[in-house]
């Protein structure tokens, strides 16, 4: 594909909140109402920080990408091996965007990935008929959980929050988790939450304002 229907494609499906390197053009630049924030932020840069709690190689594992978005960390993960990847966002724009991605990831490295997309709302997924995982990613999104339904940091979202958290709890020993400052989504609050399902914090990887936290069952 040559770059400039590249960039076309790149544009009919913005906006974008992953900045991805395809081949030299980038998803979302540094500049403007997106990019100063998420260019610096959702991407390679995130991805970097996720590596430092996996294996060199995830060789035969299966992965969870929570609020997976055009899906760079599922790809990544394919990338390195993993069995299987599934990818969850109830986004219809970033569902596209997934699709798109992986499309192009597949004809770049010339194979097939296994990656599922599920697009749907993370409290209406059956997570029981899934199998079991070896990482679950959960990156800037357990405070959006519930707020379709019940708003934002509502009691009822908290408590899907807590529920989703509790089924997942039997699928995995190893979440990855990205927090920031606030009542609902800091270090410690998640710490409470994944203490009282089983987890404990392992590793803390701070980043300015934000957080990455690999949490392993006890």
Sequence with gaps: MNQ?????????????????????????????KYGKY???????????????????????????D?????GFY???????????????????????????????????????????????????????NMGDFDYVYAIAVL??????????YTKGSLDEQKTVLRKLSNKTKKFIVRCRRGKFNSREYYSKIFKEVGFIESKFIPEGKRGMILYEKR
């Design 74 to 128: 599922s790809i990544q993960s394919s990338l390195l091996g993993a069995k299987e990847v599934i990818g969850v966002d109830m986004s219809p724009i970033f569902s596209k965007q997934a699709l798109f991605i992986r499309e192009f990831f597949e004809k770049s490295y010339n194979k097939k990935m296994n990656i599922t997309y599920i697009k749907s709302d993370i409290g209406n997924v059956d997570f029981d």
């Design 143 to 152: 405070y959006h959980i519930g707020k379709q339904k019940y708003g934002k």
């Design 66 to 70: 929570l609020g997976c978005n055009a």
């Design 38 to 64: 998420f260019g610096a932020r959702a991407g390679e840069y995130t991805w970097n920080t996720i590596t430092k709690f996996l294996p060199p190689s995830l060789k035969g594992m299966r992965i969870l």
């Design 4 to 32: 400039e229907n590249l960039k076309k494609q790149i544009r009919d499906l913005h906006p974008w909140y992953q900045r991805i390197n395809l081949d030299g053009v980038m998803t979302l630049n540094k500049g403007g």
